[in-house]
């Protein structure tokens, strides 16, 4: 299912209704990655019609995908999922759009993506929000509910987890605005305060309804929060050599002479 899903992406997103969705996710991709720099860009996948990757200001644009396709903006490398064929840190900047919903173990992908980046490269991953009412629709109603059913659904708040581990610096982690609130003429601006407010108070509870989530992480070299050494050496350990041990013999000579 690694492209399958994809492809269906990118002729689900050409939905005129859809227009806001993917331009909601370009505008959080974009301000993630709004200093990234480089030579090189992977993007793993197709699933929007019109990636916003291609405004990152690297020199070139690579897009893999399971089959030879002409992509705007980018040059195709047919490659499989599981064994990404870039050498070590030799990518600045990775996207991976719906990639991590379309494979069964998305950890390894994960590990891939960190043996290809450079230091301080940057990772900006786009998924479903498994929490969305909207999206839950979409799983059990409609006529493509088998597709989005058999999609891996992941959270934001797991990925956060899974990059951390990996020892990269969270830069933006964010969910889409309330995509299910209608929109209209506003002239007073009491309705968008009140979408901001319920937004915020969603955000207080854990309740993210935003249908699409935004992770992008920068790859460090040393940990985020250094260990203190906040230990003393004891009074009793004298150096023999360059090394640290303890004596016995000083330690009993001076329980005697106190005696």
Same mark, same amino acid.
């Given at each position: ?37 480089? &030579? ?5 996948? %197709? ?13 070139? *644009? ?31 900047? %990775? ?12 950890? *390894?992908?994960? !590990? ?26 979409? !799983? ?33 982690? @964010?969910?889409?605005? +309330? ?13 968008? !305060? ?5 937004? &915020?108070?969603?955000? =207080?509870? &854990? ?10 992480? @920068?790859?460090?070299?040393?940990? +985020? ?8 050496? %004891? ?5 023999? =050599? ?9 330690? *009993?000579?001076?329980? *005697?002479?106190?005696?």
């Amino acid at each position: 299912m690694q492209f399958q899903f994809q492809q269906f992406l990118n002729h689900w997103y050409r939905q005129p209704r859809l227009r806001g969705l993917l331009d909601a996710q370009a505008a959080l991709l974009q301000t993630g990655l709004e200093r990234a720099f480089g &030579y090189y860009l992977v993007q793993l996948g %197709a699933p929007w019609p019109d990636s916003p990757a291609t405004h990152v200001k690297v020199s070139t *644009h690579v897009l893999v995908e399971g089959r030879p396709r002409k992509a705007p903006g980018f040059e195709t490398v047919v490659a499989d999922f599981d064994l990404l064929p870039f050498g070590r840190e030799s990518v600045d900047v %990775a996207v991976l759009p719906h990639t991590l919903e379309t494979i069964s173990d998305p950890y *390894h992908l994960l !590990r891939q993506v960190d043996r290809m980046l450079v230091l301080d490269g940057h990772v900006a991953i786009c998924g479903f929000n498994p929490f969305s009412l909207a999206n839950q629709r979409l !799983r059990h109603f409609g006529r493509d509910k088998d597709r989005f059913k058999a999609a891996n659904w992941i959270g934001m708040h797991r990925v956060v987890d899974w990059l951390n581990l990996l020892g990269y610096e969270i830069i933006l982690a @964010q969910h889409t605005p +309330l995509g299910w609130l209608p929109e209209g003429r506003d002239e007073e601006g009491r309705w968008s !305060r009140w979408k901001e407010q319920l937004e &915020y108070g969603l955000e =207080k509870a &854990y309740l993210h309804s935003g249908r699409f989530y935004c992770v992008v992480a @920068q790859k460090r070299s040393v940990p +985020l929060n250094p260990t203190r050494l906040d230990w003393k050496l %004891a009074n009793w350990l004298p150096i023999n =050599k360059g090394a640290w041990i303890p004596s016995r013999r000083l330690q *009993h000579r001076s329980v *005697h002479e106190k005696g």
